[in-house]
């Protein structure tokens, strides 16, 4: 029927739209999983002992 | 104030800001090795990076507002050098962009999900600006504000990018568009969504 075709045409769309949205909000879950993984990472020693070093020698240095 | 004309040499002396300072700073060490392992990709060079921004960040302390961004401020230290190093390695051997975007796309694990490893290469096939505005924004918890301090620019510049970075990527993994032998491009989608809908029902 003529006033069917509308809504079910909205339906589709919105239905598109819900999946767009879950593609985006899936990605997006994926680019904080890539990040965090190295976030949480132990961190090298060689960091601190880097920080360590300059602290010496900045009080050092004066 | 720190530092002085008088040579403290032996003497443990610490300003309460440099103490303060050097807290945040150790604390924000695993954020400036992520962000530099999105800009480098290879892990070394991406480690190098980030010390040389840590200390670059470390003998600019007098230059910092404690209780300001520190994160936002080291990021953008860091960016900075990057890409000063990456200007002057250009003038030396000419590197191109596709180097550096290779390196990007290096995987030292072979046990990663298939569908980081396919993110990662999506990512590399964007332009290095909409890539960097989208990490800041997508997966480094900044306000668009904030990434627009660390590149430079306007937020409205960085609400375009992270968008049309958002679209390109979906793209590319959607089509597939990125280059990998065999494996099709819906897998990489159907990974990716099937982990999304797993992390939506735990929450």
Not at chain 2, 5 to 21: K, L, N, Q, Y
Request: with cysteine; net charge negative; proline share 3%.
């Amino acid at each position: 029927m003529i006033e069917q075709r509308p809504i079910e045409t909205r339906r589709r769309s919105s239905a598109a739209m819900d999946e767009a949205r879950l593609r985006q909000q899936a990605i997006g879950v994926r680019l904080r999983q890539m990040f965090d993984e190295v976030v949480n990472e132990p961190v090298p020693e060689e960091f601190l002992e880097i920080l360590r070093r300059a602290d010496t020698r900045s009080s050092g240095n004066g | 104030m720190t530092g002085g004309p008088e040579d403290r040499r032996g003497v443990e002396h610490h300003s309460t800001d440099d103490v303060a300072f050097k807290r945040e700073l150790v604390q924000l060490i695993p954020h400036l090795r992520a962000f530099a392992r999105t800009l480098c990709g290879d892990p070394a060079s991406a480690d190098d990076l980030a010390q040389d921004a840590m200390m670059k960040a470390w003998d600019a302390r007098a230059s910092f507002q404690m209780g300001t961004n520190m994160k936002a401020w080291t990021f953008m230290i860091l960016r900075n050098q990057f890409y000063s190093e990456k200007r002057r390695s250009w003038r030396q051997s000419q590197l191109d962009q596709e180097a550096a975007e290779r390196t990007l796309v290096a995987v030292d694990d072979p046990e990663a999900p298939v569908a980081l490893d396919e993110l990662r290469q999506g990512l590399a096939m964007l332009p290095a600006e909409q890539r960097e505005a989208l990490i800041l924004v997508g997966a480094g918890g900044f306000a668009y504000e904030e990434a627009a301090e660390i590149c430079g620019c306007a937020v409205g510049t960085v609400k375009s990018r992270v968008s049309r970075a958002r679209r390109a990527l979906h793209a590319i993994l959607e089509e597939g568009a990125y280059d990998r032998d065999g494996a099709s491009a819906s897998d990489a989608m159907r990974s990716i969504l099937a982990d999304a809908e797993r992390l939506s029902t735990v929450r």
